[in-house]
C-alpha cells in the first residue's frame, strides 16, 4: 500500500487521512477480527484496563479502524523475555511491570504495528483516540506515544499510578475508580 507523503498538508487534513489510510471495514466483519479480540492474555488485569481496551478498540472499530489488544497481561517468563529482547525496559526482579495488571497494548488488525508501511499521523489518531477514552471513563491513561524518544511505544497505554497498586489476597484490587 502506497503512503501518501503528509508533510506539506495542512494539519487539518493530517487526521482525517490517517484514519482513511487505517480503515478496513470489511476487515471488522471478519471472524479472523472477531478472535483476535480474545487473543490476549486478561487474567488478572485490573478491570479499568480491560474496560479501557475494549472501549477503545470499539471506538477505533466505529471509525472503520479494527485494532486489538495484542498484550494485556505478561508472565514473569513473558516479561523477562520482553525485556531480553528489547520490547520492553521493566525488570520483572522487582515484581512490576506495567503488564502485570495495568497495561494495553494495542494493535492494528491488519497493519500490526503500523510501521511497514509507515502511516504518517497514524499512531497520533490512536493516542487521541485512547486519551478520549480515558476521559469518559474518568481515568488516567499514560500513552506510550508521549514517552521520550528512547522508549516510544505508541501502541501501549498504562494506568497512571500502577505502580502503586497492590492486589487483595483474593485476586482483587484495592483500588477503586475514587483513587485514580
Known amino acids: 500500500m502506497m503512503v501518501p507523503d503528509l508533510t506539506n498538508v495542512d494539519p487539518a487534513t493530517k487526521f482525517p487521512r490517517a484514519i482513511a489510510a487505517m480503515q478496513n471495514a470489511g476487515f471488522l466483519k471478519s471472524a479472523r477480527y ?59 526482579d522487582d515484581g512490576l511491570w506495567p503488564h502485570r495488571f495495568g497495561a494495553v497494548d494495542l494493535i492494528h488488525g491488519v497493519l500490526g504495528w503500523m510501521d511497514k508501511p509507515a502511516i504518517p499521523y497514524a499512531w497520533d489518531v490512536v493516542g487521541h483516540v485512547g486519551k478520549q477514552v480515558a476521559i469518559s ?38 483500588l477503586n475508580r475514587s483513587d485514580l
Open 34 to 92: 472477531t478472535e483476535q479480540q480474545h487473543r490476549a492474555n486478561r487474567e488478572g488485569a485490573h478491570p479499568f484496563i480491560l474496560e479501557f481496551a475494549d472501549k477503545t478498540v470499539k471506538r477505533l472499530g466505529m471509525l472503520g479502524i479494527p485494532f486489538f489488544p495484542h498484550c494485556i497481561v505478561r508472565t514473569e517468563e513473558e516479561q523477562r523475555q520482553a525485556v531480553q529482547s528489547g520490547v520492553s525496559w521493566d525488570s520483572p
Open 137 to 174: 471513563m474518568g481515568l488516567k491513561i499514560v500513552w506510550g506515544g508521549d514517552f521520550p524518544p528512547r522508549k516510544y511505544d505508541p501502541a501501549h497505554f498504562e494506568m497512571a499510578g500502577w505502580r502503586n497498586w497492590r492486589k487483595n489476597a483474593d485476586g482483587t484490587f484495592a
